[in-house]
């Protein structure tokens, strides 16, 4: 396993549940899922609220909507099929658990940084075969890697000092090689929300470096936790 757990660089990447496993023994794991469960967590934490991630049921109805968070303050409970369940999954590990996206990946850099030695992110990518606008199925496939999660999750890792893996290295480079806002919204995931509707979700994921907020999970809610 050692080998994927990328040991001996400061800085690593893996994808989804699986890849926290791998990534268990960094001191710090930043969960990445632009589209939209870190987006809208950010707009949350940054205008001085709280999330509590939760379960997400396909049976629900509730999807996430980042236009709808804007102003959003006290706890707020936020459903995800991806974040939500890497947030738990990454408390379990025992490193310091932070919430990143395009908005404040550089922020939650710094923190990272004052947090621990090693560090891994962890794009959440999505699954085959869900549809989250439609409430999905009650089974859905395998992890799909997107677009917008490994450009996320590249800002954050462009923005740390440190040795990093091949997989991070090369996250990092398509974040800093790549016209972002374009690549997001014509990605699959960016049209499949735009052609539905919420194209206004979709400007607010790929506005980079506007935040300062720096989500990190504190008994099961992510609270601010910026450097002051």
């Given amino acids: ?46 205008n ?4 509590r991630p939760s379960r997400w ?23 995800s099929p991806n974040g939500s369940n890497l947030c738990s999954l990454a408390a379990k590990t025992g490193a310091h658990v932070l919430a990143a996206c395009l908005r404040n990946a550089s922020a939650v850099a710094e923190r990272a940084q004052e947090l621990g030695k090693t560090i891994g992110v962890v794009p959440g990518g999505e699954r085959w075969g869900l549809d989250i606008l439609k ?9 799909r890697p997107c677009v917008e999660d490994f450009l996320g999750a ?14 991070a290295r090369l996250a990092a480079t398509a974040f800093l090689n790549t016209d972002v806002a ?18 206004a979700d979709v400007a607010l994921a790929v506005e980079i470096g506007v935040s300062r907020a720096v989500p990190v999970l504190v008994d099961g809610v992510l609270i601010n936790g910026v450097l002051r």
Avoid at 21 to 36: K, N, P, Q
Avoid at 135 to 143: D, I, T
């Fill in 1 to 46: 396993m050692s080998m994927f757990a990328q040991e001996g660089y400061r800085l690593r990447l893996e994808w989804g549940p699986e890849g926290v496993e791998a990534l268990r023994g960094c001191d710090v794991l930043v969960v990445v899922d632009v589209l939209s469960f870190t987006t809208s967590v950010d707009l949350v934490v940054g």
């Fill in 48 to 51: 001085g609220g709280q999330v």
């Fill in 57 to 79: 049921q396909p049976s629900s109805g509730k999807t996430l909507r980042p236009a709808s968070l804007v102003g959003a303050a006290g706890l707020v409970e936020l459903p």
């Fill in 135 to 143: 409430s999905g199925p009650r089974e859905f496939g395998p992890l």
């Fill in 154 to 167: 590249g800002a954050v890792l462009a923005a740390l000092d440190g040795e990093a893996s091949p997989e």
């Fill in 182 to 199: 374009t690549a997001v919204s014509e990605c699959g995931s960016g049209r499949e929300l735009i052609e539905n509707g919420h194209a």
